[in-house]
């Protein structure tokens, strides 16, 4: 069975996890903008060499290029089941430029997919988030309780700065910013959009989009 997803969510919401048990249950490659630029930057094809050229620069990779990456991959052999997108598109002109290229080819999404938390829970678990200094273990005060020391060699265990709470209310701020429009533009498309709670056990979220998708019931 063919499953073509878009997955969105905040920082914090676990759309990386759920992605991967998604792509995993429906046997669907996971496609990541951030994992196609650096594929396209090893490979060395003609559109690699396109993107090194922004990449050496510093500068974005502008989405003609992206699009024309996650083209490549529509058209390979690895999508033909389906796909999930995670992390793309951003923007409503992505999300254009997406639906020119599966309308191209014929092909419909099934759903979008907007995992969703509350900011309070969001601030929580990422600033939540604590690092080993000495082994590299990462571990959440919910797991240890504040100012414990490390479980794994006693050393002290420290915050990073992209996860003090200030830092991660600004992120969220940005992804709203950026994401209201997007979820409103799919929520009037033929597809629509699929709110799901992203709070709970991951395998209690990961059964609720399954629900959504209703495939639960369905053997892996
Ligand atoms: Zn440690």
Request: with cysteine.
């Amino acid at each position: 069975m063919d499953v073509r997803l878009i997955l969105m969510g905040p920082p914090g919401v676990g759309k990386g996890t759920q992605g991967e048990l998604l792509a995993e249950r429906f046997g669907i490659p996971r496609l990541s903008t951030g994992d196609m630029i650096r594929a396209a930057l090893k490979a060395g094809t003609a559109l690699g060499e396109r993107v090194r050229v922004y990449y050496e620069a510093g500068e974005l990779v502008p989405d003609e290029v992206v699009l024309g990456l996650i083209a490549e991959a529509f058209d390979g052999p690895a999508t033909a089941g389906g796909f999930l997108l995670d992390g793309f598109p951003r923007t409503v002109s992505q999300a254009d430029g997406l639906g020119a290229l599966l309308a191209e080819r014929g092909l419909k999404l099934d759903a979008v997919l907007s995992l969703e938390a509350p900011e309070r829970e969001l601030v929580a678990r990422i600033s939540g988030r604590r690092v080993c200094e000495a082994c590299g273990l990462v571990t959440h005060v919910r797991a240890v309780g504040d100012d414990a020391p490390c479980p794994e060699c006693g050393s002290s265990l420290v915050q990073r700065s992209d996860d003090r709470a200030e830092t991660v209310r600004n992120r969220l701020a940005v992804y709203r910013e950026q994401t209201e429009p997007l979820l409103e533009y799919y929520a009037r498309s033929e597809t629509g959009l699929t709110a799901v709670d992203g709070l709970g056990t991951k395998e209690a979220v990961r059964d609720r989009l399954l629900e959504t998708l209703q495939y639960a019931e369905s053997p892996a």
